[in-house]
């Protein structure tokens, strides 16, 4: 079990992977990151996550592990984010 768990993107990938770590409690907390507000406004509603982040280096501090399940032609912009901060 991991203490924390972050998805950076929530899309069909993202959420199914968030429903699965939720429902087998595989994470104390899980935190996601997505730029769609419609993604995440039906993660709340929905109740499937609560810790929704709109800034990724927050999304990701001090994570066991993180999830990238965005499109491959995003990964260097979100790698580049996340290593500025270090």
Do not use: W
């Not at 409690?25 to 996601?32: H, P, Q, S, T």
């Amino acid at each position: 079990m991991f203490e924390t768990i972050s998805i950076i993107g929530c899309g069909l990938i993202g959420s199914s992977i968030l429903r699965v770590i939720k429902n087998k409690k595989l994470a104390k907390e899980i935190r996601v990151f997505d730029h769609s507000k419609e993604v995440t406004t039906y993660l709340k509603k929905e109740n499937i996550c609560s810790d929704i982040s709109n800034d990724i280096r927050q999304c990701v501090a001090n994570s066991d592990l993180i999830i990238i399940a965005t499109p491959l032609s995003s990964y260097k912009e979100i790698i580049k984010s996340e290593l500025a901060t270090h």
